[in-house]
T-cell receptor
């Protein structure tokens, strides 16, 4: 089925470990986003990309890096995980168009840092 | 700075009754879009309804309607004839101005709705 696929779905990390979350979309969307969801705070934008080879910082970028080497993939990296990065991470993509931007969300990655 | 505020952390509604979830927003832009998403306990984000800032009529999608009051900067979600399956977290979100061309969504804190049988 067409959509946004996030891997892995669950992960437990030790403090200081690194990992990469992969987001893949097969809808040829230009824009891709990484959000984190924490209780009582909604979804906050970490980084985003408006096209292949471009990335930009969102609201809470510290401690994360991203890359978009291919249009369909958007990677989120944690170089040295901290307990404060325990969260649910959502990737989303959207198309360029008049008026409504159609957003598609992945199913989320639940990350626990111990 | 653009901001979305949902002041109701939790709401209860009796099955088959209507419920309104509040959302206020702050923006200095004239062109913007407002969204509502549903997040059930399974965790996925489900798009419910969209309202553009220039849309003259309130958006409706089945049992969902958006009460858009531009002057008050509010975009409340109305769910009619509540069902048990409506129990979920609901998020209001706003798209950054079109001319910015980034498509970023800004989310509110969310409202947890519980439907009682």
């Amino acid at each position: 089925n067409a959509g946004v696929t996030q891997t892995p779905k669950f992960r437990v990390l030790k403090t200081g470990q690194s990992m990469t979350l992969l987001c893949a979309q097969d809808m040829n969307h230009e824009y891709m986003y990484w959000y984190r969801q924490d209780p009582g705070m909604g979804l906050r934008l970490i980084h985003y990309s408006v096209g292949e080879g471009t990335t930009a910082k969102g609201e809470v970028p510290d401690g994360y890096n991203v890359s978009r080497l291919k249009k369909q993939n958007f990677l989120l990296g944690l170089e040295s995980a901290a307990p404060s990065q325990t969260s649910v991470y959502f990737c989303a993509s959207s198309y360029i168009g008049r008026g409504l931007y159609g957003y598609t969300f992945g199913s989320g990655t639940r990350l626990t840092v111990v | 700075a653009q901001k979305i505020t949902q002041t109701q952390p939790g709401m209860f509604v009796q099955e088959k009754e209507a419920v309104t979830l509040d959302c206020t927003y702050d923006t200095s832009d004239q062109s913007y879009g407002l969204f509502w998403y549903k997040q059930p306990s399974s965790g996925e984000m489900i798009f419910l309804i969209y309202q553009g800032s220039y849309d003259e009529q309130n958006a409706t999608e089945g049992r969902y309607s958006l009460n858009f009051q531009k002057a008050r900067k509010s975009a409340n979600l109305v769910i009619s004839a509540s069902q048990l399956g409506d129990s979920a977290m609901y998020f209001c979100a706003m798209r950054e101005k079109y001319s910015g061309n980034t498509g970023k969504l800004i989310f509110g804190q969310g409202t947890t709705l519980q439907v009682k049988p």
